[in-house]
């Protein structure tokens, strides 16, 4: 195990056992880069964070908040993302972020942020894949994708891997997918196909 990830460790056990110090508090606004339904947020996490104001400016409203990823994985469990509430319309986003100290200089979150129109949240498979999200990357009709769709590439993807077979394409649902491994945590698993992407959380077999 790398010596900052073997630190990181013992900082985590350290604050969980409330013997560390925390930094002050802070604030920080960011913009949600993308279109007006459907953007990412980056807000970082180095050093370590102590009710720490977070600010989110969208793009459009009514948006919700369909993922948060934590970079690098093993940074993941080792923060709090609370009081989350939107406001002005939907149109601003505020958490509170707490992180133990000794985070490392990449450490950051990405909050992804969708409208019910073009992407939604579907919770997970029971002993399955998890954290769930599918996404449009091309203009459709309303409503020309489901839960249902996500969950069925989740499904093949999760029975292929079981299986001991290649999880990098398949065909569900009628529509070829090709997944990929992406460096986050919880949603470590990216598919696409069919002009959308789905996400989840998924094993990986090491």
């Not at 960011?30 to 400016?57: D, F, H, W, Y």
């Not at 942020?113 to 309303?142: D, K, N």
């Not at 093949?156 to 529509?175: D, E, N, P, Q, Y």
Request: charged share 15%; hydrophobic share 40%.
């Amino acid at each position: 195990m790398p010596g900052s990830r073997r630190a990181l460790i013992v900082v985590m056990a350290a604050a969980l056992g409330g013997t560390l110090a925390a930094p002050a508090a802070a604030q920080v606004s960011k913009r949600c880069v993308g279109t007006p339904t459907l953007c990412e947020a980056t807000v970082s996490m180095a050093g370590g964070a102590s009710n720490k104001q977070i600010t989110v400016r969208l793009p459009g409203t009514n948006l919700r908040l369909l993922s948060v990823n934590a970079t690098p994985g093993f940074v993941h469990g080792a923060y709090i993302l609370s009081r989350r509430r939107f406001s002005e319309g939907g149109s601003v986003f505020t958490a509170t972020l707490d992180a133990v100290q000794g985070m490392p200089r990449n450490a950051r979150l990405t909050l992804m942020f969708g409208h019910p129109s073009t992407a939604l949240s579907c919770g997970s498979i029971p002993r399955g894949v998890s954290f769930i999200t599918i996404a449009q990357i091309a203009s459709l009709s309303p409503r020309s994708f489901t839960c249902s769709l996500a969950k069925a590439v989740g499904r093949r993807w999760l029975a292929r891997f079981k299986a001991h077979r290649s999880v990098r394409s398949f065909t569900a649902t009628g529509i070829r997918w090709s997944c990929r491994l992406v460096p986050v945590v919880p949603q470590n698993q990216e598919c696409v196909g069919g002009n959308f992407v789905v996400r989840f959380s998924g094993p990986t077999g090491i």
